[in-house]
């Protein structure tokens, strides 16, 4: 597969919605802001106005309020990353929530595999390589004005930020794909930002055609990272431990606590591998 991906060196890398859309075999309308406070925010705010020419993917090139679930933040700084947002239609929308986040996460860690790299997935919706989260992802509901329900599928991927871009918080959790040179230049060899977004976009989109089949779902079990592990996770702020034994076709987790077997299938859920 890899064979197949245009790979280039590059001094600079720059997004251009025209790259990504060419290097598609969906159709796709891009939106690029050079700046943003969240781009889940900015497509809710065009579905809830009901916008006619709302695009279906807007992506910035940093966002000053990148948030992850339960209110967190998803740190974004300027032009090493890509964070995005996804509009999916109401006849999409029907899927849940979790099947969404699950089929975007084996979207994303497809094509981060498809560029070479061991991507692994914590449930629900982490990315990780080498044991770091190079990816979070957001999926949010919203009306329109004629009370059709949308979602917005928030993806932010760590391209190419250094250490020093991250708060000492996230430091430790936080990884990237690719790693710059002294003089400020990504290895020779690496994919472009366009191309990866565009590989992202594909899969998910794919994907999506026969959700409801769940097919997507295998994959998800083959690179999840928690599956046979012990792991501790968090209900209504009270730890619990237990071994995740399986992931059913809804994208919800199994876990063999010692009071007996416990589904996890909510976005309220945190949990650490042990
Ligand atoms: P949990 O592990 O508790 O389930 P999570 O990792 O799924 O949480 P999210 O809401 O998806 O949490 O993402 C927000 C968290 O991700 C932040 O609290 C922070 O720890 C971490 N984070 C923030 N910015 C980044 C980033 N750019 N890359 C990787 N991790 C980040």
């Not at 002294?182 to 191309?195: E, K, M, S, Y």
């Amino acid at each position: 597969m890899i064979d197949n991906i245009i790979k280039q060196s590059m001094t600079e890398d720059v997004l251009i919605s025209s790259e990504i859309a060419s290097s598609m075999h969906n159709p796709l309308n891009i939106k690029i802001y050079d700046e943003i406070d969240s781009t889940n925010r900015q497509m809710k705010d065009n579905i809830r106005k009901g916008e006619a020419a709302c695009p279906d993917l807007i992506i910035a090139g940093c966002q000053t309020a990148g948030r992850g679930r339960l209110g967190r933040k998803f740190e974004s700084p300027q032009g090493t990353g890509i964070y995005m947002t996804y509009k999916i239609d109401p006849d999409k929308a029907a899927s849940n929530p979790i099947l969404i986040t699950s089929a975007a996460a084996v979207a994303v860690a497809g094509a981060v595999r498809q560029i070479g790299f061991d991507a692994s997935i914590k449930w629900v919706n982490d990315i990780y390589v080498n044991s770091k989260k190079v990816c979070g992802i957001l999926a949010e509901s919203v009306c329109n004005p004629d009370g059709n329900r949308y979602i917005v599928l928030g993806i932010g991927i760590n391209y190419s930020t250094g250490k020093d871009s991250f708060s000492d918080e996230v430091k430790n959790i936080a990884g990237s794909l690719y790693e710059m040179d002294d003089n400020n230049r990504l290895p020779a060899g690496a994919v472009t930002r366009n191309r990866l977004i565009a590989l992202v976009m594909d899969n998910f989109i794919d994907i999506c055609k026969n959700i409801d089949s769940r097919q997507f779902m295998k994959q998800y079990r083959d690179w999840s990272m928690v599956l046979k592990k012990n792991i501790r996770y968090q209900k209504n702020g009270i730890w619990t431990d237990g071994i995740a034994v399986e992931i059913d076709d809804n994208g919800a987790l199994i876990v063999e606590t010692e009071a007996g077997r416990v589904l996890l299938n909510t976005g309220e859920i945190s949990l650490r591998l042990k």
